[in-house]
């Protein structure tokens, strides 16, 4: 008898969003194993670096925050299904939070910008009040916490230091126990402080979801259209001025300009990730009833997120850190780039592998048998 595989019951929109997350999270992060101290900076590290800021630094991190939110209302969706009580779902939620928690600080010792801990963080403290809110608090709790990523955003370490051939951070220590406790704590500082930045995404995920706005993309084509138009557009814009400073093409600016690009940068973020998943959502229209091997492909490895951004960062530590493959000390940063890709088409196909074999993620699993009441 034929069995249906589970990765058929799922809606194609968001894990297509999760699987080119991962390559916007490998673009993002490889680049921060370059300690290429005698190198010098060329014009391709440059356009590299311009790229990279306008399309993807401070735009993968909204993605993935908007399909937490998403993936937030549907395990509250899936367990009234089930007919659970709110205490019991609300005793999920902080389960799920606080093995995301562990699972990121072990995370951390191998890789410093670890978002797994402040997803958890927000899962155990906040889930289950986000998910009862009115639309309308929803809205206005999303505002005031863009208002406060406004402000406070130029004066966080997220991906604004000028272009160096040695980026300056635990990433880079030769050392690997030195590394592991450098994250650490620097891990355990972050994690609560960098939640403020992540809650606006997730709010808006959860308005995606209660709307379903990307369950069913074709319903919603029109608002889908305005959406990615808008937010793409916002995002380039408002990511120019400091992917201009970033790659040292804008050198003479003044403190008040470097403020503002770079608030302009973070909070354009925002419309970035909406910009992306409702592009995404138009892809699948494009794609309904006919999605080939590739699409099912990337879609598999949306399915297995989780499992997939550890995977990414143990081979980066393979391939990249001082203190193990130590390519990150020859290479400039279209080279980081090409790398990174290389992981996430390596990922992709090993995701396709277990989908072929209904294998499921590893730390997905882990997290649902350990959430589960």
């Keep these: 008898m034929k069995t249906t595989s589970f990765v058929n019951k799922r809606k194609l929109t968001p894990d297509l969003a999760r699987g080119f997350m991962l390559l916007f999270i490998a673009l993002a992060h490889a680049n921060q194993f370059i300690f290429s101290t005698e190198q010098e900076i060329t014009i391709t590290d440059q356009l590299t670096v311009f790229v990279r800021q306008v399309v993807i630094d401070g735009r993968a991190f909204p993605l993935f925050a908007i399909l937490f939110g998403y993936g937030l209302h549907q395990v509250l969706k899936g367990q009234e299904r089930k007919g659970t009580s709110w205490k019991d779902t609300k005793k ?200 080939g091997s590739f699409t099912k492909a990337i879609a598999a490895i949306g399915q297995r997120s989780l499992s997939f951004y550890l995977f990414q960062s143990i081979l980066f530590v393979l391939i990249l850190a001082p203190y193990a493959g130590g390519l990150g000390g020859h290479i400039g940063q279209l080279e980081s780039d090409l790398i990174a890709v290389l992981v996430w088409v390596l990922s992709v196909y090993v995701a396709n592998y277990m989908d072929g074999r209904s294998i499921r993620g590893p730390f997905e699993t882990f997290l649902r048998k350990r959430s589960a009441i």
């Design 92 to 291: 999920i939620f902080r389960r799920r939070g606080a093995w995301m928690l562990v699972i990121g600080f072990i995370h951390a010792t191998l890789f410093l910008a670890d978002i797994i801990g402040v997803y958890g963080f927000i899962a155990l403290l906040f889930a289950s009040l986000f998910l009862r809110l009115t639309n309308r608090n929803m809205i206005i709790i999303a505002v005031f916490f863009l208002i406060l990523v406004g402000v406070f955003a130029p004066y966080m370490p997220r991906g604004f230091d000028a272009l160096n051939m040695e980026v300056t951070n635990s990433a880079t220590i030769a050392d690997p126990i030195d590394a592991a406790m450098t994250r650490m704590f620097d891990w355990m500082f972050y994690t609560p402080v960098l939640s403020y930045q992540v809650i606006p995404g997730v709010l808006i995920g959860i308005l995606v979801a209660r709307f379903q706005v990307i369950d069913n993309p074709m319903s919603h084509k029109k608002l889908l259209i305005k959406a990615a138009s808008f937010g793409l557009l916002l995002s380039t814009i408002g990511g120019i001025p400091m992917a201009l400073m970033s790659s040292l093409f804008w050198t003479s600016y003044s403190d008040v300009w470097e403020v503002t690009a770079k608030s302009l940068h973070t909070l354009t973020g925002y419309a970035g990730g909406v910009g992306w998943t409702a592009l995404i959502g138009l892809l699948v229209i494009k794609l309904e009833g006919k999605s």
